[in-house]
């Protein structure tokens, strides 16, 4: 057990010096070469440098190699909040160098580095170092100023069970990432085959079971358009339809209510389950989003939006449907962005000419209910995963004070 020994606080200036990173380099001399250098992404992305994000590099004698347990800094950013990040080296291997828009960092005293890595991304070093930033349009740090910062240095086998703690819980946040990502791709996967492409009857996966072709419906038979106006302002909460997070209160969403409550007569009434399609497309929507509101509880939305209530055929498969991409060619086709670059542009009339595939009942519902389950796989690893990354962060905030 570890004895209770005082932490002390020295200068970074008295724990190690510094040393430039590549210098007198010329475009040419990147992309090719036997050496590789650390680039200013890698250290900006990663506490503990990436070793599968170097770049190549022609090298000569006069610049300086980087060794095992070095820290590097960025020098500059476009925000004082991300000036001077940094990013620990912990690899022995030869011919590897700083890019230019960085500075070097090597201890000359003992040092556990996964402490290191971990300590200078707490919110209390992190704070310091944000304070040092200078600038207008682009900010940079001082790297005497930043040599000047106090960093608590407790012994060495504390160093190491701290830093052997934080590479713990960032193998487990790596380990669910990959979970979920995969179970991401898997839905994803699922999407693109068990609805029919484009002029086929019958999808590439499909249940046991079920063998009859597809059939096909439109949008506007199986849908009606909610043309309700709150006109008493009887509902007060204003929801907004993300392409992300689907539909969710404003006030959730934006952390404060955008609409004003004195003009909500005008907006349409949702309804729970009701369907919302949104014209602003984004890198999530490239046609705008349809979703479908899932709170259980009835709101109000901006009259530019599209409200649809369907009343033939399970609401969950419907809702996966307009999950998947099948929908947009018809969106490309028979609309377009219109005066708005962000804005997709379609007549109500057309949009309710969407063609739906529409198997039978029972092939809807086991598609919606498998689809239904995939989602709460995804939602659960999220929530694991944000579990443990908070988890993190309180400790980050907590052991580094």
């Not at 960085?102 to 991304?121: K, N």
């Not at 504390?158 to 052997?164: C, N, R, V, Y």
């Not at 990432?177 to 999808?203: I, N």
Request: proline share 5%; charged share 25%; glycine share 6%.
């Amino acid at each position: 057990m570890l004895r209770n020994y005082a932490w002390e606080q020295r200068a970074l200036s008295c724990v190690g010096s510094t040393y430039t990173g590549l210098s007198g380099k010329t475009k040419e001399d990147f992309g090719k070469g036997d050496a590789r250098f650390v680039t200013y992404l890698n250290v900006f992305a990663n506490p503990i440098t990436n070793l599968d994000g170097l770049g190549e590099v022609e090298i000569d004698d006069k610049q300086n190699t980087v060794k095992y347990g070095d820290v590097f800094f960025t020098t500059s950013s476009e925000t004082p909040e991300e000036v001077g990040m940094s990013s620990v080296w912990l690899y022995s291997i030869n011919n590897v160098y700083l890019n230019s828009f960085c500075f070097g960092f090597r201890p000359s005293i003992e040092a556990d580095p996964h402490y290191l890595a971990f300590l200078l991304r707490s919110p209390s070093i992190r704070t310091q170092i944000q304070l040092l930033a200078q600038g207008i349009s682009r900010y940079n740090i001082s790297k005497t100023k930043l040599m000047d910062i106090e960093i608590p240095t407790p012994v060495i086998p504390e160093q190491t069970a701290i830093g052997s703690f934080f590479r713990t819980l960032d193998t487990t946040i790596t380990l669910y990432k990959r979970k979920l990502d995969g179970l991401k791709r898997l839905k994803s996967a699922y999407l693109q085959q068990m609805f029919p492409q484009a002029g086929e009857s019958v999808p590439k996966v499909r249940f046991e079971g079920f063998y009859k072709p597809w059939g096909v419906r439109l949008l506007g038979e199986i849908s009606i358009k909610v043309n309700e106006k709150n006109k008493d302002c009887r509902h007060t909460e204003t929801f907004t339809n993300s392409a992300e997070f689907g539909i969710i209160s404003q006030r959730d969403f934006f952390d404060k209510d955008i609409s004003n409550e004195k003009n909500l007569g005008g907006y349409s009434v949702v309804q729970p389950n009701d369907f919302v399609y949104n014209p602003r497309i984004s890198n999530f929507a490239p046609v705008g989003p349809i979703k479908r509101n899932l709170l259980g509880r009835t709101g109000v939305m901006s009259p530019l939006y599209y409200v649809f209530r369907v009343i033939e055929g399970d609401l969950t498969f419907i809702e996966k449907f307009f999950e998947s991409v099948y929908w947009h060619e018809f969106m490309k086709m028979n609309g377009d962005n219109g005066v708005r670059a962000d804005r997709f542009n379609i007549k109500d009339s057309t949009f309710e000419q969407m063609p739906i595939p529409f198997p039978d009942e029972h092939e809807q519902k086991a598609i919606g209910k498998f689809l239904y389950n995939l989602d709460m796989l995804v939602a659960d690893q999220q929530s694991k995963l944000d579990k443990v990354t908070k988890l993190k962060t309180a400790y980050l905030s907590k052991m580094f004070i």
